[in-house]
């Protein structure tokens, strides 16, 4: 069992900027990817972005440029530097992390963007 508990969530204005963490504990062990997915009121949950162990990193367009996932191993922790927020990254954001072809979720943690 991996258990991922996300923190740094918040509202703030447009322009504005947030650094989201998430920490992984459990069995960690040859976990091979983890990213950070968004779920907007009324809209289907999305990835924001994602790194693989091979180092592939993924980003939706729509963060592309005002968005950085890193991670730090001593850790266990994924970050998500949010920069230049909009309304519209408004969401609760999950921690996600694959393992084995199982994946796993944290409980979000809620972004407010006001305008």
């Known amino acids: 069992q991996v258990q991922l508990v996300e923190s740094g969530g918040g509202l703030v204005q447009a322009g504005g900027s947030l650094r989201l963490s998430c920490a992984a504990s459990g069995t960690i062990f040859r976990i091979n990817a983890m990213g950070w997915y968004r779920q907007a009121p009324g809209k289907q949950r999305e990835l924001v972005a994602a790194?693989?162990?091979?180092?592939?990193?993924n980003y939706a367009d729509s963060v592309k440029g005002r968005f950085t996932i890193s991670g730090d191993n001593a850790k266990n922790t994924v970050y998500l530097q949010m920069n230049s927020l909009k309304p519209e990254d408004t969401a609760v954001y999950y921690c996600?992390?694959?393992?084995?072809?199982?994946?796993?979720w944290g409980k979000g943690t809620l972004v407010t963007v006001s305008s």
């Open positions: 790194f693989t162990t091979r180092g592939t990193i």
């Open positions: 996600n992390a694959g393992k084995g072809g199982i994946y796993y």
